[in-house]
């Protein structure tokens, strides 16, 4: 077992990284469609949205349900398309401290 300096150490250095993460994520865009991009929402990182496109194509004043659903799954698709690139960090992060791929962080 290691000793719990080196365990010490180790913990700021991935919180420090998490939280420069963190920052560059706020300021990433991530952009989900639906309806073969009919209907398309931008969210930063923070998932604050910055941009909705809606073709009007998709727009039928008989129908808003299905409108509505279109933009909550190009919303989904954005937030996931996020929580992905986070994870994909935090992996490269772990990777580069020499954690083991499923350890799981606390932050």
Known sequence: ?????????????VQSQVNILQ???EK??????????????TLTGK??????KIDPSVVDPAD????????QVAINA????SEEAMAAEM?????ALGLP???KLPF
């Open 47 to 52: 998932g604050l949205a910055v941009n909705v």
């Open 78 to 81: 954005a937030r996931n398309a």
């Open 1 to 13: 077992m290691k000793n719990i300096g080196e365990l010490m150490k180790k913990a700021q250095q």
């Open 91 to 95: 992996e490269k992060i772990q990777h």
């Open 23 to 25: 920052t560059k994520m």
């Open 28 to 41: 990433q865009e991530f952009t989900g469609t639906a309806a073969n991009g009919a209907v398309a929402v």
């Open 64 to 71: 808003i349900e299905t409108l509505e659903d279109l933009v």
């Open 101 to 103: 791929a499923n350890f």
